[in-house]
Each structure stands twice: as C-alpha cells, then as structure tokens.
C-alpha cells in the first residue's frame, strides 16, 4: 500500500520494528467522534458518584476489577454501572448476583442515538479497564474518544496506547492495569476534587473538538488522498 494508517503511535512503531517498513509511509490517523450523537451535558445533581464503563462486553476488558472495586466501595457513596451488550453479559450479571452487589448495576438496555448523550452524561466519569495484553493495548478503543465528547474525565486501566493517550490528553487518570489500589485511589480523588475532575473532562472534550471531529479526521484524510 502507498500508505498504512493505524490509530496510535504505539502501533506505527510495532509495524516498522517487526516488518521493517519505511515509517514516512505510516500515517497515524485516530478514530473520529460524531459530535451530534456525543455531546457535552452538565452533570446532574444525584446522590451517588457514578463510575461508568459503556460498551462491548467482551474478553477484551477487565470487568474482573470493577467488581473487586465495588465491593471495596460497597459501604460508600459508589455507584458502579456497567452498560452495554456482549457475550460476556450473562456471567457478568451472575457474578453480580453471587456477590450481591447493590452498588453495582449492568444495564444492557438499547438506546437510541438520541438519547445516548442523556444516557451516559449521568456518569460522573468513565472507566475503560483494558487487559494487561501487549496487543490489546496497541490500539484506541473509539468509546474513550466519545467519553471525552461527553466532558467526563477517565480513568484508563493501560500500561500502553489507551492509557498513554490518557496522560498525554491530560483528559484522565492512568493507572497500570490489574492493580485495584490505584483504581479505588483514582476514584477517591476524582470524587473528592470536583474542579480536578471538570478540568480533566474540559480538557478531553477540547481535544475532541479540537483534532477529532468527523470533519477534522476527513481533512486529514483528503489531505492524504491528494498527495496520491
């Protein structure tokens, strides 16, 4: 190909070291976010602080450490919503009726584009807990882009891409993967620092509309297909 287009510089790096390929013909371009569905919504006033995963249910995610973290957080004011569908979801939901958790739901309703923003806006931040897999770990889940459309910090659970695009956004706290000190010390801060935890969320979102848009990756993208 004239040109190869991976979502992280991570992964432009893996390519050249094992395929020995000239890296002025790998062209990192990210996800792009549709900022119609993903908006920015003020955060409700609720009793609980609210820690939200939102998507695939899937062998790629760490939802083992979601409930050891709710249960470390049972007897406070934690609410944990795991959203979204997969093949995981029925051991998932059993595990979470073995444990007993009442601060711990998994919410696998459909909504409609429409209604997403309002959906997920209840969350007072977002937690994306990748597995400690090199490989896994090279790409950008798109869900950690629409996070920061909506204005909501992150912690990001990644000893790679996610978690380096985390810290360098400035949009979140990162935090190795499998380690629950870190994650239950992250969602303390967040919750006890209200202009930490908007400033992270601010930050997120300018970055999004800042290089992310639709309209921001086609220019990169046409950009590209002219020099063809």
Do not use: W
Request: aromatic share 10%; with cysteine; hydrophobic share 40%.
């Amino acid at each position: 190909p004239k040109f190869i287009l991976p979502l992280t510089k991570e992964a432009k790096d893996h390519i050249v070291k094992s395929y020995k390929i000239d890296p002025e013909k790998i062209i990192v371009i990210e996800h792009g976010v549709d900022t119609d569905i993903f908006q920015f919504k003020e955060k409700e006033i609720h009793d609980n602080f609210i820690i939200m995963y939102s998507g695939a249910l899937v062998e790629s995610y760490d939802f083992e450490i979601i409930f050891e973290a709710a249960q470390k957080l049972r007897d406070k004011n934690f609410q944990f919503i795991i959203r979204g569908k997969g093949l995981l979801l029925e051991k998932l939901e059993k595990k979470k009726n073995e444990l007993n958790l009442e601060n711990l739901i998994i919410d696998s309703t459909f909504i409609e584009n429409e209604k997403l923003s309002s959906t997920l806006s209840i969350a007072d931040i977002f937690l994306v807990p990748m597995k400690d897999d090199y490989f896994l770990n090279l790409s950008l889940p798109t869900k950690i882009l629409e996070y920061q459309a909506l204005g909501r910090p992150i912690i990001c659970c990644s000893n790679g891409a996610p978690g380096n695009y985390i810290e360098d956004t400035n949009s979140g706290i990162k935090i190795p993967s499998n380690n629950l000190l870190e994650l239950v010390n992250a969602i303390q801060k967040l919750q006890s620092d209200d202009v930490f935890s908007k400033t992270l969320g601010k930050n997120g979102r300018n970055y999004v509309f800042e290089h992310l848009t639709f309209e921001k990756i086609g220019m990169k993208l046409t950009k590209l297909v002219e020099v063809l």
